[in-house]
């Protein structure tokens, strides 16, 4: 197990092997499908992003809506996937760390090892325990989009596991090839 | 003919909504224990522990299993004796939809104009709604927030009669395969197998409703389910793909009559926050 802080100095993300447990603490920001399109339109354009990008970690999440007494409802990761078209661009960019559900892209991978970033696998389905690990949530930028709004979030122990590492290796494909079995 | 409020399905959709959203079934609960025993993945185990956790904290808390609350499908039983009066019954669930999605602060994530401008209707509506004329005097409404993960990895195929028995197992074996962690393992694996391709993937749903420990009451349909589950569970996956024995809780397969000239499959996924409750009116 090891702690990490984010945002995230480029030389933590050596020690980062795939299957490490993290906890994160520090501030992450959440992307989904519609902001990683907005973001990439506006690396595309030049125009000025709506947050520093380097050496930050980006969470695949919308959440569900806070109730009155609640900091954030049910906040656990969407499925990493689609966002592999947009990934490496962002990657290039400066983004240090993913944190999602379920396997990456060949490109993905390859721009996690090239620019020495980290993908961080966490309990998908698990919204309600994920959402005891934030703090503070502010929306930052793109408040049209509703759920999937830039949120800055502050996170203490955000549990993860590392999944895609800079030596190339991948925790979806291990964990198969162990457990893999013939009836 | 017994009369029945819409303003009552609308009440009782409301609930469900929440119902299923915060409380994970005893079923799922019960298997997701049994896998906890059996799994022989440290990492899994540990996993499955954090799951039931998250049950426990959602039904306490009342907050969401998932922050994904799906797409409202609604499943109706009208008894031919019944009579809806007071409203339109199609209006009347989706006036529940709303409501309980804001209710119970649920996550709002259906767009209109899919393959364009894909604007949230911001209440969850519409919801996804089948009814089916049953015998009887009463109607019976099941609520099921299906999530996208999962709902994504379903397929259809339209197999050669030859292909037959073992020709599901390869399919359904290569499409949990394919969908590796995506659709939030372990799984609950719905087989729509027969009838015509759109009657197949209602099967296939449906299938999803019956409880993970009860198999076909058909014996030839319960040992396809059984060598399924175990095919796919020695795929190696795992919960949430980390690597495991347990890839799927349960598969349920229902199955009807087809042309001589069609042997359909549908496969519907189902993530571990496997989301239904049912009520009575």
Known sequence: MINITSPIEAEVVEKLTVGTRVLISGVIYTARDATHRRLVQALDRGDKLPFDLNGQTLYYMGPSPARPNQVIGSAGPTTSGRMDIYTPRLIAAGIRAMIGKGKRSPEVKKAIQKYKAVYLATIGGAGALLAQSIEQVEVIAYEDLGTEAILRLNVENFPAIVANDIYGEDLFYQGKAKYQRRE | ?281
């Open chain 2, 1 to 281: 003919m017994r009369e029945i409020e819409a303003s009552a399905v609308t009440q009782a959709v409301a609930q469900l909504c929440q119902q299923a959203s915060f409380e994970l079934g005893e079923d799922v609960i019960s298997a997701l224990e049994q896998a906890q025993q059996t799994e022989e993945s440290s990492l899994g185990k540990e996993v499955l522990g954090q799951l039931l956790e998250n049950a426990r904290i959602a039904k306490e808390e009342r907050l969401p299993l998932c922050q994904d609350c799906g797409t409202a499908v609604v499943f109706l039983e009208i008894g031919q004796e019944t009579y809806v009066i007071g409203g339109d019954l199609y209006d009347a669930v989706e006036e529940g939809v709303r409501l309980g999605y804001a209710q119970g602060y649920l996550r709002k994530s259906i767009v209109s104009q899919p393959f364009s401008a894909r604007i949230n209707t911001k209440d969850n509506t519409p919801p996804v709604i089948h009814t089916e004329i049953v015998p009887g005097d009463q109607l019976k409404v099941t609520v099921m927030p299906k999530g996208s993960g999962a709902e994504n990895m379903s397929q259809l195929a339209m197999l050669k009669p030859s292909d037959g028995r073992q020709g599901i197992i390869d399919l359904v074996v290569r499409a949990v395969d394919e969908a590796g962690g995506n659709p939030c393992p372990p799984l609950i694996i719905g087989l729509g197998i027969g009838g015509t391709a759109e009657k197949a993937m209602l099967l296939a749903k449906k299938a999803l409703l019956r409880s993970v420990a009860k198999p076909n009451p058909d014996p030839e349909i319960a040992e396809l389910e059984k060598e399924i589950l175990a095919q796919v569970n020695g795929l190696g996956i795992g919960p949430l793909g980390f690597g495991g024995r347990t890839t799927a809780l349960a598969v349920n397969a229902e199955v009807m009559p087809t042309h001589i000239a069609s042997l359909p499959v549908a496969i519907n996924l189902q993530c571990h926050s496997a989301r239904h409750k049912e009520t009575i009116l």
